[in-house]
């Protein structure tokens, strides 16, 4: 990813149609490949396969140890198949505790861990998330909704094209009987950024 800060020709979206363009005209792509590529992210990986992923660790101790330990080969366990890790050089998954809370941005433009939360939502990647995710972040979160008790240490991870961050939520309370399916439809995007809880 590069430091897009500027909006118009230059915004990432035009930049990645005519990279598109380019790359279709020189015979490299077709077209129907790439709309396929951002259909499956969109639909099929994410935020699926990070709903599953927490599920998992939710239901299986062992498997949450080492998930918070090296995010990619634990999640390589669950097989989700081709193009896992692709895009993600390392993810590091941040587990939200009692006294915890963590919550992830990326500052410079809009790294995001796409390989397990498909693509990123367009606040995500607005000037305003990602500079008040820094400078104040309590406050932007009770304005997504999320009021932090005072005693909760809030930890804000910036995200880089290296290092891409996940949360993995708490498990509500009352879900004592769900089996990893119906854990998984509990898990919401919002909650792996760290801007909702479940
Ligand atoms: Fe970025």
């Known amino acids: ?11 990432p979206a035009v930049r990645t149609e005519a990279v598109e363009a380019l790359l279709v005209e020189r015979g490299l792509v077709q077209s129907a490949a790439v709309d396929a590529l951002v259909e499956r992210y969109e639909q099929d990986i994410g935020p699926l396969r990070g709903a599953r992923v927490v599920a998992e660790a939710w239901t299986d101790p062992a498997f949450r140890a080492r998930l918070l330990e090296d995010g990619m080969p634990a999640i390589r366990e669950l097989g989700f198949g081709d193009n896992t890790d692709s895009h993600v050089a390392r993810l590091v998954v941040k587990e939200n505790t009692e ?73 509500p309370e009352g879900t004592g009987g769900l089996d990893v399916e119906e854990l998984t439809a509990r898990v919401t995007r919002d909650s792996m950024i760290g801007v909702e809880r479940l």
């Open 1 to 11: 990813m590069t430091a897009d800060r500027r909006q118009g020709s230059d915004s």
């Open 99 to 171: 006294s915890v809370h963590n919550l992830v941005v990326c500052t410079l433009c809009s790294c995001y861990p796409w390989a397990v939360l498909g693509l990123p939502p367009a606040w995500y990647k607005s000037p305003a998330y990602r500079s008040r995710a820094v400078r104040e972040p309590r406050l932007l979160l009770a304005e997504l909704g999320l009021d932090l008790e005072p005693e909760v240490e809030l930890r804000v991870w910036d995200s880089s094209a290296e290092v891409r961050y996940m949360v993995l939520p708490r498990r």
